[in-house]
């Protein structure tokens, strides 16, 4: 586009005389351009460097706006792979704590039985609780 005669271009309405088949033209103030049958395509000639520059503008514009569209799934991907991880880490001790009942229901009649499942909870839960960085000691 930057190599086509400097516009603005427009089309003549009027009719030029001399050739029935070409009486419309596109110019730019200095020059003819070129001739057309009919002015809707003196028209469309004149003002197509502009609708393709128009074009080009959006056609950038939105490949920006896609970019920013892109880092913002790939953020929310990220967040939410984290959730997940988070979520089997936290059902995987919701399993084990129901693992440890199960076991003191089993030795609930004996008398050291709930002791011990007090300590195996607790014990349990220091090795599992999260530390300043956010992971729990069995993850270090």
Request: proline content about 4%; glycine content about 6%; some cysteine.
């Amino acid at each position: 586009m930057d190599a086509a005669t400097p516009g603005p271009w427009y089309a003549e309405q009027e009719e030029w005389p001399g050739n029935e088949n070409l009486q419309y033209w596109v110019g730019n103030h200095a020059d003819g351009l070129g001739a057309f049958v009919r002015y809707e395509d003196a028209y469309l000639a004149a003002k197509s460097i502009e609708w393709l520059r128009w074009q080009q503008g959006e056609i950038e514009r939105l490949r920006a706006e896609l970019e920013q569209v892109k880092a913002e799934r790939d953020k929310y991907q990220k967040a939410l792979h984290e959730e997940q991880r988070e979520s089997v880490r936290l059902s995987e001790i919701l399993d084990r704590i129901g693992n440890i009942c199960i076991e003191h229901e089993n030795a609930k009649h004996q008398p050291i039985g709930t002791v011990r499942m007090i300590q195996k909870l607790a014990a349990y839960a220091e090795d599992h609780t999260p530390t300043e960085r956010g992971d729990s000691q069995d993850e270090r």
